[in-house]
């Protein structure tokens, strides 16, 4: 939901948070604090720090030997590579942000904190990958399976995850025990 806001007379669009959904925002709590977030937290950051290490050292070094459309497809899996890692870090941190208190679950639910770059990263390899050195082509492979999996958790946890309407089954299961206990 937008709503217009007026910044030194400019009127713009910015999002309200009042509108998200109570379970929505419980459920992002939730998964910050979860196990299934350490693991894939973790396995996400060492992912761009060994894409980092490798674009900086073996793979630049691998580029240089390429043919010039070699080097063109290079260039170009390695920025879908930079990107699809860098959306999932982004969100991940904004996960991480909600863990630690810094960030409002409600606030974390808005579409801006949502993965993007889909096309960019979900897009179709172009040619000349048979040239493309070993190391990128392991780490493209990883990065498409961890995006893959981001983009998931975002669906189940925002777009196909828990409507108003939804019974949040730890906050039902709360309610049976308070009817029981009498509370």
Known sequence: MFAPAWHRGVEFMVEVVADISPVQAEV????????????TFQEGMELVEE???????????????????????YAGESMR???????????????????????????ACLSRYRIGAQ?????????????????????LDQSERLYERVLYLDRKMFVEGPV????????SQHERLAAAFGR
Request: hydrophobic share 40%; aromatic share 4%; with cysteine.
């Open 28 to 39: 992002v709590r939730d998964f910050a604090r979860s196990e299934l977030f350490d693991r």
């Open 51 to 73: 894409t980092a290490s490798y674009l900086d050292g073996e793979g630049r070094r691998d580029s240089k030997l390429l043919s010039r459309a070699g080097a063109l497809a």
């Open 81 to 107: 590579l930079t990107t699809r890692l860098m959306q999932v870090a982004s969100w991940l941190l904004v996960q991480r942000a909600v863990r630690e208190g810094d960030m409002d679950p409600r606030e």
């Open 119 to 139: 096309s960019i990263c979900q897009g179709e390899a172009k040619e000349n990958l048979d040239e493309m050195p070993v190391g990128l082509m392991s780490l």
């Open 164 to 171: 108003e309407d939804a019974v949040h089954p730890v906050l």
